[in-house]
């Protein structure tokens, strides 16, 4: 059985770099290792921070955002979180919608993966591969809101207690 | 008999080339950022047209030292095998990616290559 634990909160407002996104991703994974036993898991949440933080360096019309972190406990179950949110043009909003349209439709995270491989070859100009990486790499569902100009991608992975420490 | 090719350096990242009897071996150290997309892509096209050349059988990856590759570097990565699968069934070369067990995206991105070429992708762990 696992125990009750405090939800555990983690919220970052800055303005990415380069060398910034791989010191959170470093951090996040540091931060969450006492809490989550599989080295894996860990992993996972590191690709899909780094990720999602390349997303707003490349796309966020300030270059700012707010990033939240957070492991919550439901019975055996434990959720994990990663959500960033950043305002957006109008046109990457649309671009956007386009992705989690499609995401919705495809089979599954593996087969979206590979159809997305298959048409990044030929892009001359981004990978189009961030979003399609996180969802069937780090095995995490996504899910998008906007509000006025600012939109939250949040990725979700749900955690056995055996991944629990 | 082996000889060192051209470097790939950038703070945080290096990329280094040898030649040997059967291919090329390139080794990655570090993290393969934004910073790495451009000259990473124009490598992996120069490694593409020296291993034509050449006729190597194989192209060994070495990503034992590399800690993290964002999603555009992994692209350059499918647009690299997309060139293999391209060229002349003749001339076409296995690509061996050796891997390191304690980075785990590596096992996953590997997968996700392999699952992308099967016939010229394999992976060593």
């Keep these: 059985m696992t ?31 006492p809490f989550v036993d599989d080295p894996d898991v860990v992993s996972r949440i590191g690709l899909a921070t780094h990720e999602l933080l390349e997303n707003i360096l490349k796309y966020a019309t300030d270059g700012r955002t707010v990033t939240r972190a957070d492991l919550v406990t439901d019975g055996d179950h434990r959720t994990l979180s990663i959500e960033t949110t950043s305002t957006v043009t109008p046109e990457r909003r649309e671009g956007l919608e386009e992705i989690f349209t499609e995401m919705a439709s495809a089979s599954d995270a593996l087969s979206y993966y590979q159809l ?3 048409r990044a070859r030929h892009r001359r100009h981004g990978s189009g591969l961030g979003l399609a990486r996180v969802w069937a790499e780090a095995e995490m569902t996504l899910s998008i809101d906007f509000v006025g100009d600012s939109v939250t991608i949040r990725a979700v992975a749900i955690l056995g207690a055996e991944d629990a420490s | 008999m082996s000889a060192a090719l051209p ?30 997309i451009e000259p990473l892509d124009a490598y992996l096209s120069a490694i593409h047209a020296s291993a034509l050349q050449r ?26 095998i997309g060139q293999v699968q391209d060229a002349a069934p003749s001339s076409r070369y296995q690509i061996e990616f050796q891997s390191n067990a304690q980075m785990h995206w590596q096992r996953r991105s590997l997968n996700a290559l392999r699952c992308f070429a099967m016939d010229l992708v394999s992976i060593e762990a």
């Design chain 1, 3 to 33: 125990e009750a634990m405090t939800p555990i909160n983690l919220e970052l407002r800055f303005q990415p770099t380069v060398e910034l996104i791989s010191s959170t991703r470093r951090f996040v994974c540091a931060f969450f290792e």
């Design chain 2, 55 to 80: 006729g190597a059988r194989r192209v060994r990856v070495d990503f034992r030292k590399l800690e993290f590759m964002n999603s555009s570097c992994f692209k350059s990565f499918v647009s690299w």
């Design chain 1, 116 to 118: 997305t491989m298959g």
């Design chain 2, 7 to 36: 470097m790939l350096s950038h703070p945080g990242f290096e990329l280094t080339t040898e030649q040997t009897d059967a291919g090329l071996d390139l080794r990655f150290s570090g993290t393969a950022d934004m910073h790495a």
